[in-house]
T-cell receptor, first 112, second 114 residues
Framework: GQNIDQPTEMTATEGAIVQINCTYQTSGFNGLFWYQQHAGEAPTFLSYNVLDGLEEKGRFSSFLSRSKGYSYLLLKELQMKDSASYLCAVRSIPGGSYIPTFGRGTSLIVHP | DTEVTQTPKHLVMGMTNKKSLKCEQHMGHRAMYWYKQKAKKPPELMFVYSYEKLSINESVPSRFSPECPNSSLLNLHLHALQPEDSALYLC?????????????FGQGTRLTVV
């Protein structure tokens, strides 16, 4: 099975930087995804890490340490529209199928 | 085209009704997924199809019946649902292999069982 843990809720100020952590335990690890989901909408892909290190994409960066079972999503220059739920998803390959499993999500509230 | 299209967007059905949810993608993805999401909860995997064959069934009740008629289409047939089955049903697809193979999600069908 898999165990994915991330904080339930975080708050931050517009223009600031926020780091959302995700820890996981899984067998057959094959990558970690971060998704953003606004209320009532589908998740949208933000980033993907399969090797250790930092992946940067504009205002968003994601880091992975496979040995520690740890990832974080870094959001810079926060905007009000960044208020959303951020889902950490771990992909494993039991039996050859690529299965992304989601953590419970972190609700980020950005205030002025 | 990087879209996964789900229909209908909203569905209200009685406990004795039979209805179907539809999902379509034309990205050449050979893995397709059904997820169920309750309010303020993460998506929970229901079914996975890989190359049009059911590869994962996460102990979903038989009142949910998936079908993959071809590589672009995925259906979820609903029959005799319960009010607690009300949720957002998300379809997703991805390439089966490769490194950077994120899942693309449809907008979901918001299902209400009355």
């Amino acid at each position: 099975g898999q165990n994915i843990d991330q904080p339930t809720e975080m708050t931050a100020t517009e223009g600031a930087i926020v780091q959302i952590n995700c820890t996981y335990q899984t067998s057959g690890f094959n990558g970690l995804f971060w998704y953003q989901q606004h209320a009532g909408e589908a998740p949208t892909f933000l980033s993907y890490n399969v090797l250790d290190g930092l992946e940067e994409k504009g205002r968003f960066s994601s880091f992975l340490s496979r040995s520690k079972g740890y990832s974080y999503l870094l959001l810079k220059e926060l905007q009000m529209k960044d208020s959303a739920s951020y889902l950490c998803a771990v992909r494993s390959i039991p039996g050859g199928s690529y299965i992304p499993t989601f953590g419970r999500g972190t609700s980020l509230i950005v205030h002025p | 085209d990087t879209e996964v299209t789900q229909t209908p967007k909203h569905l209200v059905m009685g406990m004795t009704n039979k209805k179907s949810l539809k999902c379509e993608q034309h990205m050449g993805h050979r893995a397709m997924y059904w997820y169920k999401q309750k309010a303020k909860k993460p998506p929970e995997l229901m079914f996975v199809y890989s190359y049009e064959k059911l590869s994962i069934n996460e102990s979903v009740p038989s009142r949910f019946s998936p079908e993959c008629p071809n590589s672009s289409l995925l259906n979820l047939h609903l029959h005799a649902l319960q009010p607690e089955d009300s949720a957002l049903y998300l379809c997703a697809s991805s390439y089966r292999g490769g490194l950077n193979t994120e899942a693309f999600f449809g907008q979901g069908t918001r299902l209400t069982v009355v």
